[in-house]
Nanobody, 121 residues
């Protein structure tokens, strides 16, 4: 059974940086693409970034140029480096295992519990 555990959230000021981590466990975890989603207060969950096992990546327009997704296959861990954070980045960030298919990421029903990121002065 796959389990995902996120860490690294917190309260930061606008313009700051933060790195999120998500560790995946389970025998099948290493076979999947990995992604980050976020759910801002009062809004639906939205895609942020995804990465394949070979470290190809996809980004939402809101993340391009500010966020960087990476992974360590040996540790089954995905990271999200977030720079130049804005108040509108405030959300619960969750990681996901799914299928990375070139220009498309298809999420599967493997989710972590989420970690809160709050950007405020």
């Amino acid at each position: 059974q796959v389990q995902l555990v996120e860490s690294g959230g917190g309260l930061v000021q606008p313009g700051s940086s933060l790195t999120l981590s998500c560790a995946a466990s389970g025998s099948e975890a290493g076979n999947y693409g990995m992604a980050w989603y976020r759910q801002p207060p009062g809004k639906r969950r939205e895609f942020v970034a995804a990465i394949s096992r070979a470290s190809s990546s996809l980004y939402a327009d809101s993340a391009k140029g500010r966020f960087t997704i990476s992974r360590d296959n040996a540790k089954n861990t995905v990271y999200l480096q977030m720079d130049s954070l804005k108040p509108e980045d405030t959300a619960v960030y969750s990681c996901n295992l799914g299928t990375y298919a070139g220009t498309l990421y298809i999420s599967r029903d493997y989710w972590g519990q989420g970690t809160q990121v709050t950007v405020s002065s």
